[in-house]
């Protein structure tokens, strides 16, 4: 079946651009995660989801970012006022519940120059 | 606050040979997994380790985890170039929010 999708894969903005990256999960997946992937690192968590509850945004670098999922299903990471130091590529995971296997997107580079 | 770490980073070696990749972690969990990465792709999920002893194999792969030493291992047995990808161990924390170790990049050369 389908996997995982995000959109956009590649984003490049100008420094205080808002930028949207949307994730679209397994159908049927409860949980949601968003984790940020600098270049040479592993992933860092960002946030979840359980159905549209935001349960935990601890790793959120700061108040410009900020993740919804109004209707449990798809998921919208925005971040507002874009700085360099935002450029990384956004993996969005989801798993059936909350204590099963993620399974990862393929992601969306973002760029900010 | 959890800390994984993973060693080596980086790994080259030559068809055929074995070798181990070792993960380590800070505070008790219940869920140990192993990702691969391709370069610019996303992540596969390998294994998902659970219990303290628990061994998985897949191929030429084979996980293992000592949650007393908090220790987990991923064995490459007779390795091929096909292997050759970024190897992230990852622990579950509260809410099974994942903490991931830095990777080991696996070169296997002929």
């Known amino acids: 079946g389908a996997g995982v999708s995000q959109s956009p894969r590649y984003k490049v903005a100008k420094r205080g651009q808002d930028v949207a990256l949307r994730c679209d999960p397994i159908?049927?997946?409860?949980?949601l995660f968003w984790y940020q992937q600098a270049l040479g690192q592993g992933p860092e968590f960002l946030t979840y989801?359980?159905?549209?509850?935001?349960?935990?945004k601890s790793g959120l670098p700061s108040d410009r970012f900020f993740a919804e999922r109004p209707e449990g299903s798809v998921s919208t990471l925005k971040i507002q006022r874009t700085q360099q130091e935002d450029s990384a590529v956004y993996l969005c995971?989801?798993?059936?519940?909350?204590?099963?296997?993620?399974?990862f997107g393929p992601g969306t580079r973002l760029l900010v120059l | 606050e959890l800390k994984v770490e993973q060693n080596p980073l980086f790994l080259s070696m030559q068809e055929g040979k074995n070798y181990t990749i070792y993960c380590n972690y800070s505070?008790?969990?219940?869920?140990l997994y192993w990702y691969r990465q391709d370069p610019g792709k996303s992540l596969e999920s390998l294994f998902v380790l659970l219990s303290n002893g628990a061994v998985k194999q897949e191929g030429r792969l084979m996980a293992s985890l000592d949650t007393k030493a908090r220790l987990s291992t991923l064995h490459i047995t007779a390795a091929v170039h096909d292997l050759s990808a970024t190897y992230f161990c990852?622990?579950?924390?509260?809410?099974?929010?994942?903490?991931f170790g830095t990777g080991t990049r696996l070169q296997v050369t002929l």
């Open positions: 989801f359980q159905n549209e509850a935001q349960l935990d």
């Open positions: 995971a989801s798993s059936l519940q909350i204590e099963e296997t993620q399974y």
């Open positions: 990852a622990v579950a924390g509260t809410a099974s929010k994942l903490t």
């Open positions: 159908s049927g997946h409860v949980s």
């Open positions: 505070t008790t969990s219940d869920r």
